[in-house]
């Protein structure tokens, strides 16, 4: 049985890794690409797990030689998908994540158009500020700038949105969780014919409303928060600079929603 393509990209800090860690833990045969990059490694992250860390120089003599299958230059440093990594998980018949950029996604759809591309929306610019300094946090520093830079990309990132077949909000984890499964049921079930044992219609449908053509109401209050909706020169994220205590209490909220089991998940 072919193994599926799935690209997923986001803005980072919106939860795409998160995202797909929760899913690999509910369904086998799911492979995750683990990238090459010259960034440095974060927080708990380890060569190898997270991603393959390298010099500037080796990711050259690896791009000349023709390894990668996409590579971009991600707030300035290289990132890159091997092409290993693709052959392998197709050896094995298993279906294979790409957790990619916008710009290694159109790279990968141009040659293979038969992936399933998902892109993953934060519901909000502060929600997503917030993400981006717990997670900062979580990782022992505490770089404003760098959330700040981040923050800068996301809009440009988001406009992207239409380029991709799904669209995920990821507000509360358990649900988007449980439509990131779906979307893989979906389409195994449709490209492979793979039976769904469970709910198989709640399944669907719950794949199909996340389905890009499907999704223009639910996406409005999301890409009118991030300034997308509006005219140009009219772009600019509504932040206050300050760390205030409203900001403060979203945090702590934002925090419990992603720690919180107790949540109904999508599909029951
Ligand atoms: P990405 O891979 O898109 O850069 P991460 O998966 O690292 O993002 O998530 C960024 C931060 O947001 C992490 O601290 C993660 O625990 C948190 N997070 C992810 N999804 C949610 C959610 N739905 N609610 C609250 N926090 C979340
Ligand atoms: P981070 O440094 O936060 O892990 O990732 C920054 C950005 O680089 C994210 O948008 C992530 O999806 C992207 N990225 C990670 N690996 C790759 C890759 O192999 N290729 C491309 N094009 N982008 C990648």
């Known amino acids: 049985m072919a193994g599926i393509l799935f690209i997923i990209s986001a803005p980072s800090g919106s939860g795409k890794s998160t995202l797909v860690n929760e899913v690999r833990k509910q369904l086998s045969g799911i492979e995750f690409s683990v990238s090459w990059t010259t960034r440095q490694p974060r927080g708990s992250e380890q060569h190898g797990r997270e991603y393959n860390f390298t010099t500037r ?110 669209i995920l909000v990821n507000d509360t984890l358990d649900r988007a969780v449980a439509q990131l499964e779906a979307i893989v049921l979906a389409e195994r079930f449709y490209r492979n014919d793979e039976p769904i044992a469970y709910r198989s219609r709640r399944v669907l449908e719950v794949a199909a409303g996340c389905l890009q053509a499907n999704s223009q109401e639910r996406l409005k209050p999301v890409l009118q928060a991030f300034g997308i909706l509006n005219p140009p020169g009219q772009r600019e994220l509504p932040f206050v600079e300050d760390f205030d205590e409203e900001d403060s209490q979203e945090e702590k909220e934002d925090l419990d929603k992603g720690d919180s089991n107790d949540e109904q998940r999508g599909l029951q």
């Open 57 to 166: 120089e080796e990711f050259e003599r690896m791009l000349a030689a023709g390894q990668f299958l996409e590579h971009a230059e991600v707030f300035g440093n290289y990132y890159g998908t091997a092409r290993s990594s693709l052959e392998l998980a197709r050896r094995e018949g298993h279906d294979l994540v790409l957790d990619i950029d916008v710009q290694g996604a159109a790279q990968v759809r141009a040659t293979m158009p038969e992936a399933v591309s998902i892109f993953v929306l934060p519901p909000n610019p502060k929600v997503l500020r917030t993400r981006l300094r717990n997670r900062s946090r979580a990782e022992g520093v505490e770089n404003e700038a760098e959330v700040y830079r981040r923050l800068g990309e996301a809009s440009k990132e988001i406009e992207n949105y239409r380029e991709y077949g799904y």
